[in-house]
């Protein structure tokens, strides 16, 4: 075995003694036999074990990436020894991570885990042919949801999908305190800083946003808020944050942090503004929201002054930039902690499960994530802790029913 591959089978075992959800979930008893399941999704070690558990109910799975810089070659070399199909490379080239995509969709999937709505969008514009086959769309994020959402109000969402992002025990969990431990990690890593003592401006104050204020705050940061809603903006401000508009707190901020799932977050006169050796990170899924297009034109000079940091000169400063501007813990890290993503891909699990048996049921709708499914992985994460919780008696619940 070669060290490329050896390494990324280290990672999957390291992952595989952490994930505990998804070992109950593969001795449940669940079935995708005769089911091709495509997965477009961060390809490293964790989200490979999410392939490795639907190999092993059964189904016949062909994996690639969700983001060109997210991939790990030696995890998506080893995956493959699991008789996974995987088509994938860490890349800066848009066109090859979009030849992957489409490698995928030549395998006809029957269900397609989606991570962002990438290989979604491609079968419902480019790909029409795939959707004879398809039987159902399981997707992960906030921005994938929106796209199927906006597939859906344009009437040409031709499958039912479920918004995964959505459950409760995935974006309460990961979105809060795995963007917000991984975010923080990517950039102390990569940048040796102190973050006490330092300002942190974190623009968007959903799930995401929280958990990186949150962390950043643990940490000892002056933190900052931006928002263009106004009931977060006031729930930040309650949470003890500074808020205000981002061409006034920008020029302030040590470090800024993304999580808006909008593009072009800062204008060209707030990056005109920024202090002189500013930090910038995204932490949103497209590489959209600090505008690089304009960053790359401002600048007299770039270089990579540290792996996974460039420097760009602007108007004389210093403004550093982790990860090209794309997501930052996955792009320049290792993504969300473990014992997080076993939540996050024990929803996936069984809503895969779930759109196999169902999927004649449902109509071309995004649909919530199961109640009682959510419910599920709660219990079966509590069981893994070997805590136990009250239940209602009998009494209890007469009385919740009664006028």
């Known amino acids: 075995m070669n060290e490329l591959k050896k390494s990324g089978h280290q990672k999957i075992e390291w992952v595989s003694n952490h994930m505990k959800l998804l070992n109950t979930i593969q001795k449940s008893g669940d079935s995708l036999n005769g089911l091709r399941v495509a997965m477009s ?4 070690a964790k989200t490979a ?10 189904a016949d799975v062909v994996v690639t990436g969700s983001n060109p810089l997210s991939t790990q070659d030696d995890v998506a070399e080893a995956l493959k020894d699991f008789d996974i199909a995987v088509h994938a490379k860490r890349t800066t080239n848009e066109e090859e991570y979009l030849s992957f995509l489409h490698t995928v969709l030549d395998y006809e999937p029957d269900l397609i885990l989606d991570d962002g709505a990438d290989l979604t969008v491609l079968v419902h514009t480019e790909r029409k042919e795939i959707l004879k086959n398809l039987k159902g769309v399981s ?10 959402e906006n597939l859906e109000k344009s009437g040409v969402l031709s499958v039912p999908a479920i918004a995964v992002n959505n459950a409760k025990m995935k974006s309460m969990f990961d979105n809060r305190y795995g963007t917000g431990q991984s975010t923080l990690d990517s950039i102390m890593r990569n940048t040796n800083l102190l973050v006490a003592g330092k300002h942190v401006l974190v623009a968007g104050y959903g799930w995401c946003g929280r958990g990186i204020a949150m962390r950043a705050h643990g940490l000892g940061a002056k933190v900052m808020v931006t928002e263009v809603d106004p009931i977060k903006a006031v729930e930040a401000i309650m949470d003890g944050f ?14 800024i942090i993304t999580a808006t799932g909008m593009r072009d977050v800062l204008s060209k006169e707030a990056i005109e503004n920024l202090k002189d050796g500013v930090v910038l990170a995204n932490a949103g899924h497209f590489n959209v929201e600090i505008p690089m297009d304009k960053i790359e034109k401002m600048a007299t000079q770039s270089y990579e002054i540290r792996q996974n940091v460039t420097c760009y000169k602007i108007a004389g400063k210093n403004i550093y930039v982790i990860g090209l501007g794309r997501l930052v813990n996955l792009a320049a890290a290792d993504g969300h902690p473990v014992e997080i993503m076993d939540i996050s891909f024990a929803l996936q699990a069984l809503s895969i499960t779930y759109l196999a048996k169902n999927y004649n049921k449902l109509s071309n709708k995004v649909y919530e994530y199961p109640e009682e499914l959510d419910k599920l992985v709660a219990k079966l994460k509590l069981d893994s802790m070997g805590i136990a919780i009250d239940t209602l008696t009998k009494e209890q619940e007469d009385y919740l029913n009664e006028f």
């Open 41 to 44: 999704i961060h390809l490293e």
């Open 49 to 58: 074990y999410l392939a490795i558990t639907l190999k092993r109910l059964g």
């Open 139 to 148: 997707e992960e994020t906030t921005t994938g949801v929106r796209r199927l």
């Open 242 to 255: 500074e808020v205000g508009r981002i061409e006034d707190l920008a020029p302030k901020a040590d470090f």
